[in-house]
């Protein structure tokens, strides 16, 4: 009886384990799949998707998306929020327009960009990691503070960059511009650093359970400051890249809309809002999943508001299945 009950335990662990396996499989596929779904579709209703200058712009675009995906999913990852990555995208790349206009270097510019973005998200991170602030409140009024601050700076007047620092920016590699570039670039780099480092699988490890990883030793406040860090050194690089693609920056790059878009991104992605599952690949696809639906709604002449009922009811969907999944 014993042998026999002990064959059969490891047998039903061995189904166990697979059943685990393929259920991480499909949750990686499930992006890709999302988006030969969506292309399947484009096919038949819109012919004009598949015009190479469309499918460029759709890269390119889904470089700066992307980019914002990324430094939210490290903050979903750890069970936190940054609502004010949009904000903080839109002041980065004024306060660099800003100094380009008053005859700064453009390279002063890019890194005080990034500084800025790199600072509001530490402050980020410091107000949740060690005063124990619930991150929703937290980066929702930091979103308001960037928000007034991009206005009040601009007064509502787009800030015009001149053209040579348009062409180093968005200079082109094998008919790309270097976001599309710097998009696959941090893709790839920050899979392999949640994946392979010791710090990325801590990342995971706050997500999953934050008492047990304090118990097992991990500094999880360091850990919670580094990821809003990142979000924000991301919102500042996206403010960089929008500003010399958009040739001006102004508050209403960080409008209301795009934190939908950001969401939307990663939840499709395949990443969970509560924490410890997801990757920033799936994010990366995600944003081209995003993208693709807005050009399609485009192309469709579909209305504003229409178009941002379809978008939220996306994202309720993959929340409400990410729930199910997790019971």
Request: charged fraction near 10%; hydrophobic fraction near 55%; charge should be positive.
């Amino acid at each position: 009886m014993k042998a026999g009950t002990h064959i059969a335990d490891k047998g039903e662990k061995i189904e166990g384990f697979g059943k685990v396996r393929w259920y991480r499989l499909w949750r990686k596929l499930l992006p890709v799949l999302g988006i030969a779904a969506t292309l399947l579709l484009l096919s038949i209703f819109t012919p004009r998707f598949f015009n190479p200058w469309n499918l460029k712009n759709i890269l390119v675009q889904s470089s700066t998306l992307g980019l914002m995906a990324i430094g939210m999913t490290l903050v979903y990852l750890i069970g936190g929020m940054d609502l004010s990555i949009p904000s903080v995208m839109a002041l980065s790349g004024i306060i660099g327009a800003l100094i380009i206009k008053n005859g700064g270097h453009p390279f002063l510019s890019v890194i005080a960009s990034l500084s800025l973005g790199g600072l509001v998200g530490a402050i980020n991170g410091f107000s949740v990691a060690k005063l124990k602030m619930i991150p929703f409140v937290v980066t929702l009024a930091m979103m308001q503070v960037m928000s007034g601050a991009s206005t009040w700076l601009t007064n509502s007047v787009s800030i015009a960059v001149p053209l040579q620092y348009i062409q180093v920016v968005l200079f082109k590699i094998v008919g790309l511009p270097l976001p599309v570039y710097f998009f696959v670039l941090v893709t790839i780099l920050s899979t392999w650093f949640c994946k392979q480092t010791v710090t990325g699988r801590w990342i995971y490890a706050v997500g999953s359970n934050l008492a047990t990883a304090k118990v097992c030793g991990i500094p999880t406040r360091k850990i919670v400051m580094g990821t809003y860090m990142a979000s924000g050194l991301f919102a500042g690089l996206t403010g960089v890249l929008l500003t010399a693609r958009l040739g001006a920056a102004g508050p209403l790059m960080g409008s209301s809309n795009v934190i939908l878009d950001v969401m939307s991104a990663s939840v499709v992605g395949g990443v969970s809002i509560y924490g410890g599952i997801g990757s920033t690949l799936g994010a990366a696809l995600g944003a081209i999943i995003i993208t693709i639906l807005n050009n399609i709604l485009n192309l469709m002449q579909v209305d504003f508001f229409p178009a941002q009922v379809i978008k939220g009811v996306i994202v309720i969907t993959f929340v409400a299945l990410d729930s199910v999944r997790r019971k």
